[in-house]
């Protein structure tokens, strides 16, 4: 069982940078795989970034590219998503999701947080 909390998420301007952190309750975080989604308003969520338990694979929808970067400390069981560049379509609930197992966009992940609001303004 692992419990996720996200924080960091805020307003902020067009152009500014956010870091989102995501700590994971439980002793075993090494292994499992990362994830970062979001969801816009009456938008279905989508899949942001993955890292896998070592940090050593990570993947990256192609709308964040060169633009966010995802990490992991597995001594603080925390993951993060550094954030800039943003833009107003960046505007959603973050949400960190955990899965044992490979990294990626798709299948089930088994543990998700609450979710952090991020609102960039134009």
């Known amino acids: 069982q692992v419990q996720l909390v996200e924080s960091g998420g805020g307003l902020v301007q067009a152009g500014g940078s956010l870091r989102l952190s995501c700590a994971a309750s439980g002793r075993t975080f090494s292994s499992y795989a990362m994830g970062w989604f979001r969801q816009a308003p009456g938008k279905e969520r989508e899949f942001v970034a993955s890292?896998?338990?070592?940090?050593?694979?990570?993947w990256y929808e192609d709308f964040v590219k060169g633009r966010f970067t995802i990490s992991r400390d597995n001594a603080k069981n925390t993951v993060y998503l550094q954030m800039n560049s943003l833009k107003p379509e960046d505007t959603a609930v973050y949400y960190c999701a955990a899965r044992p197992g490979i990294p990626g966009s798709s299948g089930k992940y088994d543990y998700w947080g609450q979710g952090t609001q991020v609102t960039v303004s134009s």
């Open positions: 890292i896998s338990r070592s940090g050593g694979l990570i």
